[in-house]
């Protein structure tokens, strides 16, 4: 029987059997790429009986702190009249919900703008916003005004590439199949060239990983910041420093599993490379600011005062609100791994939050 003919027909994995028959192994970038178009395509996959749960899932708190976050910066913005909110990748739309509510207590009404891929989760998003108008990039967001923009678990969820050192120089890192199964190998084409100085003498089995689809993307945006002025906010799991190593993964049920096993029915995610975004961020004269952990961006904006003023209005929900504070912020859980990073053009104020961030710690 030819490769993929016993996979599900219209299924990604048959798709991408078949076009790794056709034209060869594919890059690990193009791989994750066709995997999560499908995924995102075919299910809404959040939420405890999904895949995975987003911090905007866990607590209506999380949305309403990164609202409190931008009116406030707002405000010390002299509450320009016409700005739009962006949001990248809004899953259900949830964060959004909490974050506008909590702005327009302060008067900080925008126009809403979501950039969002999957037909599935747009009409998610369609339940809670009418108004709102999506985009299938960034690239048609209007040139009109400043731009709010918010990026929650959305970096991690595009492609990466890898390169991997062998003893034969440096290759990318492709997947191919092998009894009807996928798996990674070492590219033909010696790729040196692409390198960086610094790491060219790495030892033999060294994988780097960059994803030039976020760059690409955090350099429109960056570009259209300093045109149009505004915010950035980043809120992903990631690293601050350049690394090493496969940082790829997959979440099915809430499990780990192999990224190659289910191709387009599990979520294939990466770590974000926040030193590589800062710099996009900084060539287009971008200020940085963090990362900061998110447990200690939360709390310098005053999670616990909500946190207690909900418990206050709702007291049979002590326990529920502990437990979702706690999610949010304990370093166990969601508050070390997770990273806030905001890019703020010149003329806007400097965002609060960042201020427990380590000095060493900031890229
Ligand atoms: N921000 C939400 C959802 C995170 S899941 C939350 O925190 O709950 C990732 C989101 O990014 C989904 O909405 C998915 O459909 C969207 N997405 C993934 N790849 C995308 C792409 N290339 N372009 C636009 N949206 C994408």
Redesign the pocket.
């Known amino acids: 029987m030819p490769d993929g003919k016993e996979l599900p027909e219209n299924s990604a994995a048959h798709q991408l059997a078949e076009k790794i028959e056709r034209d060869g192994p594919i890059s690990l970038g193009e791989y994750m790429a066709i995997a999560?178009?499908a995924y995102?395509a075919s299910k809404d996959?959040?939420g405890e009986e999904g895949d995975f749960v987003?911090?905007?899932?866990i607590s209506q708190m999380f949305g309403e702190m990164v609202g409190i976050w931008i009116a406030d910066l707002w405000l010390r913005k002299g509450s320009p009249g016409h700005c739009h909110y962006v949001?990248?990748?809004?899953?259900?739309g949830?964060?959004a919900a909490d974050a506008l509510r909590t702005m327009a207590k302060f008067g900080c009404d925008p126009m809403v703008h979501f950039?969002?891929?999957?037909p599935i989760?747009k009409s998610r998003q369609a339940e809670l916003h009418h108004d709102a108008i999506w985009h299938e990039?960034v690239e048609t967001l209007p040139e009109d005004a400043p731009l709010l923009i918010i990026?929650?678990?959305?970096f991690d969820?595009?492609p990466v590439e890898q390169f991997i050192s062998t003893q034969a120089g440096w290759r990318r890192h492709m997947v191919a199949r092998n009894r009807n199964k996928f798996i990674a190998i070492p590219g033909t084409k010696n790729i040196g060239t692409q390198i960086s100085t610094s790491s060219k003498d790495l030892p033999a089995g060294t994988i780097l990983e960059s994803s030039p689809?976020s760059v690409e993307i955090l350099s429109q945006i960056s570009n259209r910041l300093a045109r149009q002025s505004g915010v950035l906010l980043i809120i992903d799991y990631g690293y601050d420093r350049p690394g090493t190593g496969s940082t790829v993964q997959a979440v099915k049920g809430h499990l780990p599993i192999s990224p190659f096993d289910s191709p387009g029915t599990s979520d294939l995610t990466a770590h974000v490379d926040f030193h590589a975004l800062a710099n996009v961020a900084r060539t287009q004269f971008l200020s940085v600011h963090g990362p900061a952990e998110q447990g200690q961006w939360l709390k310098a904006i005053g999670i616990d005062q909500r946190a207690a003023t909900l418990t206050e209005a709702a007291p049979d929900h002590l326990e529920a609100i502990d437990a979702a504070h706690h999610r949010l912020t304990h370093v166990d859980e969601m508050g070390r791994l997770f990273r806030v990073m905001a890019a703020t053009s010149t003329d806007w104020p400097e965002p609060e939050g960042f201020v427990y961030a380590d000095e060493e710690e900031s890229v």
């Open positions: 999560n178009a995102y996959p959040l987003t911090a905007p899932e949001e990248l990748g809004p899953g259900r949830t964060l950039v969002e891929t999957s989760l990039s990026a929650n678990e959305f969820a595009l689809v």
